[in-house]
C-alpha cells in the first residue's frame, strides 16, 4: 500500500467528483495518480477491508468519462482477474 506524504491535501469539502478529474490527470514522481489509487484499493481489497473513502473514489474514477478509461480498467498483481 501507498501512503501519499505530499504537501498537496485535498480539502475535505472537494466534491467526489472534482476530486475524480483531479485523480485521472495527475502525475508524480511515483506515477500516475490513477494507479495509486487502483492500487490502495485493490490493496484493501486483498485483504477484505472496504474504506468507504477509497471504494467511492476508484468508483468514480473507474466511472470518469475520458479516453483514459481503458488504461485504467486494466488488471493489476493484486487483481482477482489478473493471470500473472
Not at 24 to 33: D, E, H, Y
Not at 44 to 50: E, K, P, Q, T, V
Not at 61 to 69: E, T
Request: with cysteine; proline share 7%; net charge positive.
Amino acid at each position: 500500500m501507498y501512503i501519499y506524504e505530499g504537501k498537496n491535501i485535498l480539502d475535505p469539502t472537494t466534491p467526489l467528483a472534482e476530486k475524480a478529474s483531479m485523480v485521472v490527470r495527475a502525475k508524480g514522481k511515483s506515477g500516475a495518480c490513477v494507479d495509486y489509487v487502483r492500487r490502495t484499493f485493490e490493496g484493501l481489497s486483498s485483504i477484505d477491508l472496504d474504506d468507504s473513502g477509497v471504494t467511492g473514489l476508484w468508483e468514480a474514477v473507474r466511472n470518469h468519462p475520458g479516453p483514459q478509461r481503458a488504461f485504467m480498467m486494466r488488471p493489476t498483481a493484486l487483481s482477482p482477474n489478473s493471470t500473472s
